[in-house]
DNA sequence: CGGGTTCTTGACTATCTTCAACGAAAGTGG
DNA sequence: CCACTTTCGTTGAAGATAGTCAAGAACCCG
């Protein structure tokens, strides 16, 4: 998952599973805290994500970590980069997963329709994360942290009477590390939306936007 | 072409043209300041650029803009994200690309190893572009300039003496909408890296790296 | 040569980071 | 179940980095 400009895509489409056919492999889990590959491993799989959230890291020598991506149901990850895994992909929850061979994707050793499907997805990642440059280049505190939000609450937020509802299972120097914030800035920016009344935070990860339409507007840098 | 954090790609395996069989279509060619396709056009064609560079970008409604990458030879340009372009594409000078059916990628309606290669250079993209976050998002000015120097000076330098030497195509805004800065930050780093005898600026578009060592130090954070 | 654009430089300011302390939550072992 | 420890999150104060605004210099092109 990554923070598009604009949440256009439906829950729908993301969510739906790629292949019609029958899946030539049964789904893989992975618990919370277990590393479903690292960066350098061979990819043989590249897995769609069923159910869990997973987290896409990159790591410079120093210790700074970008984190490329969240992984959320509907979402594809591993796409291989010479044959190689280019991030490392932790599980955030317990997750469930289906592999499909990467040789499907990259010499359609599999049915037509799952090589399309496979192929679109990769091209879809790249326009989202074209996207996601404008926001890590050009966007302010505030509407990083409104984007992230907002793009969640749109996806996987739950109506709970007028307002969205969804927990977030990534502490917040991950969140950090996917806007190119610090931990400390991320919580400021939170706590700010929270005493303006756009969003409560009911426990630590969860999160409830009050005002869909305010936070929206943060997004694009309209005054909080 | 986007700054990776290591350089590693040979000039052989970036430039190599993808086709070994006979082309189908003759290639375009653009002259400097013109467009090859906006945000939103439909994408009948990707592009292999030839000879000449082309600038990918995206807008914000406020004005805002963030280049996406620019298209060295080599390079394919023009992703369809649903059939669609998501970035504008301008040539910074006179340039000839190779146009590829988008068909051809999508749906394999060419040779099988044209489709292969169309492929693998939409998940390098990927890889790319993964590079790119921990710039955008993780490094400082020097070395966001510093990074994008170093690339440019192994991809398209000249050695000249013991030195590199290259022209930059785009302007100063151009670099700061690529790296997410401003054109006064970049310009400013430009002259420190030029007084500490780092680059020389021959022309303003003409660089000369006298110390691609020290360069390639301060891409990750050493002391300038 | 002149006029417009692009680039550089300076002074000032804003935003975000850093460092540090504290508090809350969660995990551990008796 | 409770005390202890550790991790994670929040908050504050101070500082650094990059942005803004403005002026002047260099470059480009007819």
Redesign the interface.
Known sequence: MYVT?SAENTKAALTAPLGTTATPCSETRLKAQSYLYLEGDDVDWVYQVISGVVRLT?L???G???V?AFGYPGDIVG????GVH??DCEALTETRLQPYRRLC????ECSPSLH?AL??A??????A??????M???KSAVEKVASFLSVLAERVGEDVGDYKQFTLPMCRSDIA?F??LTMETVSRTFTKLRKNNIIAIDNIHTIIVLRPTELQALT??ERD
């Open positions: 400009i990159r410079l020598a120093d700074r970590r970008q490329i796409f291989p980069v010479d280019h991030t994707l990259e010499n359609g399309r192929l679109q990769a091209l879809r990642e790249i326009g994360m074209q996207d996601h440059f404008m890590l280049g050009r590390d806007l190119g694009l840098g």
